[in-house]
Each structure stands twice: as structure tokens, then as C-alpha cells.
């Protein structure tokens, strides 16, 4: 055969669509890939995290401790969670200042037992005394950390 290619060939396997076994999955400690806020130590887990993978009819919900669940979208294999954010008004406590930090979880399905993860954590700032704030608490406005991770399914 001459090298021609017609495209009928079969490509199984480069792009099988994963379902995440439900049940409990092992994240593994993070490492930090960005660190603009400087809390990239404060934010990664030291050690293994448990946590819970539930299949969903708009995609996979995960619940981890302490936190509402995410309830993810799946396209392909990619996750894509909605941004949990936290809102610290404090013009009630008499500063020109709104404070916002974001939670934005992330990930890829690399089979149905394991999945690449990411955290990006995000600091915002409206109003005249977000500066002064940023000095008095040693942040800076606005800043981005981003964690990576790994997590496989239990018993995988």
C-alpha cells in the first residue's frame, strides 16, 4: 500500500469519554504552580485527602470535608466546577474596602479511577482602602494561586 491515509481507520482509545467510579477517592498531597498570594503553603494539603465522587445528571458532584459539594460539569473527560466565592463587605466595620476570595476547582479524568486536579485560589479588592488593607494583612490585589494534584479512586 502506498502511504495514503482515507481517515477510516479505527482510533480507539484517543478519545473515549471516562465515567468516574462513584465513591470515595484519595486526593494526593498538592504542589503549588502559582503563588502570587503567597498562601500556596497555607492552601495545600500536606498529606492525602479523602473525598467524595458522585456521578450526577449534569455531571460529577465532589464533596470534600468542611466544604459545600461542587457540582461539576463534564465535557469529555474535562471538569469544570462553578467558582465557590467569599464576599468580606468591610464597609460594615467602617473600611472603604470589599474583599472577595475565590475558589475555582478544576480537573481532567484520565480514566475512570483517576483524574488530574487543580485549585485556583483568587484575591480581589473594591474600594479607596484596599491598599492600606493589602499592607496590614500582607496580601496583594488581586493575586492568583493555583494547586495541582492527582486523585485516584479507592481501592484502585
Known amino acids: 500500500k502506498s502511504g495514503s491515509d482515507t481517515g477510516n481507520t479505527s482510533d480507539s482509545g484517543s478519545s473515549t469519554a471516562f465515567t468516574a467510579r462513584d465513591g470515595i477517592w484519595i486526593l494526593a498531597a498538592a504542589s503549588?504552580?502559582?503563588?502570587?498570594c503567597e498562601n500556596g503553603d497555607e492552601l495545600a494539603s500536606t498529606g492525602e485527602e479523602n473525598f467524595l465522587v458522585e456521578n450526577s445528571d449534569t455531571g460529577l458532584d465532589l464533596t470534600f470535608e468542611g466544604s459545600d459539594p461542587w457540582l461539576c460539569e463534564v465535557s469529555g473527560n474535562d471538569l469544570a466546577c462553578p467558582e465557590q466565592t467569599t464576599v468580606d463587605d468591610?464597609?460594615?466595620?467602617g473600611f472603604d474596602a470589599v474583599v472577595s476570595f475565590g475558589l475555582l476547582l478544576g480537573g481532567t479524568l484520565t480514566s475512570s479511577t483517576t483524574m488530574e486536579m487543580s485549585l485556583e485560589a483568587s484575591y480581589s479588592c473594591e474600594g479607596t482602602e484596599c491598599m492600606p488593607l493589602a499592607e496590614v494583612e500582607d496580601l496583594v490585589f488581586p493575586c492568583t494561586t493555583i494547586l495541582v494534584s492527582t486523585a485516584r479512586?479507592?481501592?484502585s
Not at 503549588?32 to 502570587?36: G, L, V
Not at 468591610?90 to 466595620?93: A, G, K, S, V
Open 153 to 155: 479512586a479507592q481501592g
Open 90 to 93: 468591610l464597609t460594615t466595620e
Open 32 to 36: 503549588i504552580s502559582q503563588d502570587e
